[in-house]
């Protein structure tokens, strides 16, 4: 079976570098964008089937590409994942599947990515 790719947006090294070991020690591939504008392009090159989106990055936030991460792939599943608690329920992250607080248990992000992807 193919492995599902996640595209991983983050702007701290140390996170995104966590986060892509653990999400790969899952079984997903995982590419990974420093700032929107940078997963943007990766969403055309590397065809995600999932996306995890931080809100706070520098050239291009989140809020900033989530719709047009939506609008270029309509039915993508997007996961919005933050540290700031007001971004959960403001209107900006309303178009993601879903909204998770960052935290340094990862368990929350990889049972969403499961869900959304469908994994058994």
């Known amino acids: 079976m193919k492995r599902r790719k996640i595209l991983l947006a983050e702007d701290e ?13 899952e079984g997903f591939e995982v ?20 996306v995890i989106l931080d809100i706070a990055m520098p050239a291009m936030d989140g809020l900033e590409a989530l719709p047009r991460i939506k609008e270029k792939r ?24 879903a909204c998770i607080l960052k935290s340094g248990d990862l368990e929350e992000i990889k049972e969403k990515v499961r869900q959304l992807l469908v994994v058994e």
């Open 31 to 50: 590419v990974t964008a420093s700032n929107g504008k940078e997963a943007l392009r990766q969403l055309e090159k590397a065809k995600p089937d999932l």
């Open 74 to 97: 309509k039915g993508i599943p997007v996961i919005v994942y933050t540290s700031h608690p007001g971004y959960l329920t403001h209107a900006g992250t309303q178009a993601a599947d």
């Open 13 to 25: 090294e140390i996170l995104r570098f966590l986060y892509r070991e653990e999400l790969q020690e």
